[in-house]
């Protein structure tokens, strides 16, 4: 297979590790920087330049598209996407996955276990707010935000509405979050790929901290999900059209419930902790769909 590695620097170590493994399956593997791309729109002959030349002969890419650069990536996902080239995760699906909200939206409508989740636009509507998701405590979080940043607890009525007040002052979006204190902290990572949970770890916070992050000086542990988990990661990846996902799961009174579900699932924490090969998972899968069955390559997940 010829694969293109849509992503900024060759020296990252999700794409280093996804080239490495291309290559050691025989495959020619190419590291593009998506921002360097610029393309075409005329009927019937869509194309994307690269480095001065046409990228063609593709059969399959994976998209590694930074959080800032969603806009710019899935118009190049779908440029290739139009040329035929097979992709785990779609142009539409990447976009879907990025709005926390809409995907939180699509998830429950499914019926997947979500913590229960406010949205407002007015400050007007703070009191209704607070108590539609239960009074505090409750999680304040910036619809924009990652790493843990802009996710804030807030243990009274008083603390959380002086939180939002201040987040909207500064003209950002909100949303108002159950908080699951059982999970004492810790979160869980299941690395959804194809229709398998292949990998999980347990992101514990550090004392004092209720962000598992790692970022904030969370630790990762190794994890044995229970088969509810499983599903439940597994069913929430397929609602969104992701064929390479990384789901994070709280582990509440009620269930398991989904947080957010990340469509550039990092592979290093993941793979050290759990010492699962994920590069090499994900190239199989590659295989399996561009090699195997070709009538998969314009099923669903493709769809721009
Ligand atoms: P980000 O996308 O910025 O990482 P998250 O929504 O994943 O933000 O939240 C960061 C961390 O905060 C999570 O990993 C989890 O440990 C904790 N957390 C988030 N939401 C809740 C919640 N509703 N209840 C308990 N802990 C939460």
Redesign the pocket.
């Known amino acids: 297979m010829k694969i293109a590695i849509l992503s900024r620097k060759t020296s990252l170590y999700s794409t280093a590790r996804l080239k490495e493994a291309g290559q050691k399956r025989g495959h020619e593997v190419q590291v593009v920087d998506y921002l360097r791309c610029y393309m075409n729109i005329t009927s019937h002959h869509p194309v994307v330049v690269y480095q001065n030349r046409k990228l063609e002969g593709y059969d399959a890419m994976i998209p590694r598209i930074g959080a800032s650069n969603t806009f710019y990536g899935t118009a190049v996902v779908r440029q290739l996407q139009m040329m035929g080239v097979f992709t785990p995760n779609s142009s539409q699906a990447i976009s879907r996955s990025r709005d926390?909200l809409r995907c939180l939206q699509i998830l429950a409508a499914k019926g997947i276990g979500l913590?229960v989740t406010g949205f407002a636009h007015s400050i007007k509507d703070i009191d209704g707010l607070v108590d539609i998701v239960g009074g505090p405590p409750?999680?304040v979080?910036?619809l924009e935000?990652?790493?843990?940043?802009?996710?804030v607890?807030a243990e009274t009525k008083q603390a959380a509405t002086s939180v939002i007040e201040a987040f909207r002052g500064l003209d950002v979006n909100i949303l108002v979050?159950?908080?699951?204190?059982e999970?004492g902290?810790?979160?869980i990572r299941a690395f959804v790929v194809g229709d398998r949970v292949i990998a999980a770890m347990k992101?514990q916070?550090a004392a004092g901290e209720?962000?598992?992050?790692l970022h904030?000086g969370?630790r990762a542990e190794k994890v044995k999900l229970t088969p509810e988990e499983r599903s439940t990661a597994v069913r929430a990846a397929q609602i969104l059209g992701l064929k390479v996902a990384g789901v994070?799961i709280?582990r509440s009174n009620h269930g398991p419930?989904v947080?957010?579900v990340n469509s550039s699932p990092g592979l290093e924490g993941i793979e050290k902790t759990s010492e699962v090969d994920v590069a090499d998972a994900i190239i199989q899968f590659l295989e399996k769909i561009v090699g195997g069955n070709g009538g998969e390559k314009s099923g669903d997940h493709n769809k721009y």
């Open positions: 926390k913590p409750l999680v979080k910036l935000g990652t790493q843990g940043i802009g996710v607890l979050q159950e908080f699951i204190k999970a902290g810790a979160d992101r916070s209720f962000r598992s992050n904030r969370g994070d709280l419930v947080m957010e």
